[in-house]
């Protein structure tokens, strides 16, 4: 099993442009978490999604951020425009049958906005 | 809304000292603890859980953590520890009941000095 597969690896972007990031879950897994990791507040989830459906996006910042899972090996999240204090290790995790089942978290996206 | 608080943010030890990581949380019902652990270079990956019976638990590498209900604390422990163990370790709470979803504390990174 290749495990929750991330890219880009590393972004640097200037302010106002748009990012994507992708995110490839465990095959079989249901559920589908992103995160956002900054030394200020640790380890947030952004939002989760179970048989491709978002149950929770509360953690969503604003409107600049959007994610879609179109079907069940395929996920994105967008921020557009992008700010600098959007800097931070973007992490993508599955688990099988969502909460409290174990979280696979992938390697991250460091995001660099200038 | 539950929240988790970890009180140590950096702990520097030396190899076969005893190591005590603090959680505590913050819900008025039942939870599900967990610990996660990410060592440099690799993902996060689960250390140990909690959901009923015993509340000691023990997990992988001889870590184990003990739910004091009466506290809200889930703090880690491991006896001896070795240069290996140097991570950064995440304790995380999960409501029980529906899509609830995981909330983590902002981690504790931990430095073993051989």
């Known amino acids: 099993d290749a495990g929750v597969i991330q890219s880009p690896r590393h972004e640097v972007t200037e302010m106002g442009q748009e990012v994507t990031l992708r995110c490839k879950p465990i095959?079989?897994?249901?559920?589908l978490f992103w995160y956002r990791q900054t030394m200020m507040r640790g380890l947030e989830l952004l939002i989760y999604f179970n048989n491709n459906v978002p149950i929770d996006d509360s953690g969503m910042p604003e409107d600049r951020f959007s994610a879609k899972m179109p079907n069940a090996s395929f996920s994105t999240l967008k921020i557009q425009p992008s700010e600098p204090r959007d800097s931070a290790v973007y992490f993508c995790a599955s688990s099988r049958t969502g909460p409290p089942d174990e979280q696979y978290f992938g390697p991250g996206t460091r995001l660099t906005v200038t | 809304a539950q929240s988790v608080s970890q009180h140590n943010h950096h702990v520097i030890l030396s190899e076969a000292a005893s190591l005590e990581l603090g959680c505590n949380y913050s819900?008025?019902?039942?939870?599900?603890l967990f610990w996660y652990v990410q060592y440099p270079g690799q993902h996060l990956q689960l250390l140990l859980k909690?959901?009923?019976?015993?509340?000691l638990v023990k997990g992988i590498k001889g870590f184990e953590a003990e739910f004091i209900k009466s506290k809200f604390s889930f703090n880690l422990r491991k006896p001896s520890v070795q240069w290996s163990d140097t991570a950064e370790y995440f304790c995380?709470?999960?409501?029980?009941?529906?899509?609830?979803?995981?909330?983590f504390g902002t981690g504790t990174k931990l430095q073993v000095i051989p």
């Open positions: 095959s079989g897994h249901n559920s």
């Open positions: 995380a709470v999960n409501a029980r009941g529906g899509y609830q979803k995981v909330t």
């Open positions: 909690y959901f009923s019976g015993d509340p």
């Open positions: 819900y008025g019902g039942t939870v599900n």
